[in-house]
């Protein structure tokens, strides 16, 4: 599956009786600023259930995908795989307050990457080409992308 977000979000509509709805509606809108900001597509490739919400997993890249980033957000932090041709510098403040950057990557911990066959890397201290890592703070996941498509 590999569709434009806003064709899934008019296939998926989130009923209005659910208690989430409006972070959902919030985590759309948070994902396609970050595109327009940065210029950048983004596709549903996957998908999860969080607060009984069907949620999709995101793929973000650059018009010739030399840069991809995956992301599902579960209402309580974002998993993240980023894979670039060149090393992606973060702004130090990101994995210092990011405890999930320099730890082990437990798959289980990516829901809706596995049964999508999405990748998952190991952590931004072994490879800053190819990586995975949980973030907690949306401030930190917007550095994140700008990092990733905005570097030269």
């Known amino acids: 599956m590999k569709i434009e977000l806003e064709l899934w979000k008019?296939?998926?509509?989130?009923?209005?009786?659910?208690y989430f709805r409006n972070a959902a509606l919030s985590q759309f809108n948070e994902i396609e600023q970050s595109a327009l900001r940065?210029?950048?597509n983004v596709f549903v490739v996957g998908t999860h259930t969080?607060?009984?919400?069907?949620?999709?997993v995101y793929l973000l890249q650059n018009k010739d995908a030399s840069r991809q980033l995956w992301v599902r957000d579960n209402f309580h932090n974002y998993a993240i795989s980023i894979q670039t041709e060149k090393?992606?510098?973060?702004?130090?403040?990101?994995?210092?307050?990011?405890?999930?950057?320099?730890d082990n990557v437990f798959s289980c911990y990516f829901e809706?990457?596995?049964?999508n066959n999405l990748p998952?890397?190991?952590s931004y201290k072994d490879c800053s080409l190819h990586w995975s890592a949980h973030i907690y703070k949306s401030e930190n996941m917007v550095?994140?992308?700008?990092?990733?498509?905005?570097t030269k």
Not at 50 to 56: E, N, Q, R, T, V
């Open 50 to 56: 969080s607060k009984s919400i069907l949620l999709p």
């Open 87 to 102: 090393p992606i510098q973060l702004d130090s403040s990101v994995a210092e307050e990011e405890k999930g950057m320099g």
């Open 10 to 18: 008019k296939n998926n509509p989130i009923k209005e009786t659910m």
């Open 143 to 150: 550095k994140i992308i700008s990092a990733v498509f905005m």
């Open 38 to 40: 940065c210029n950048i």
């Open 120 to 122: 998952i890397f190991t």
């Open 112 to 115: 809706g990457f596995e049964r």
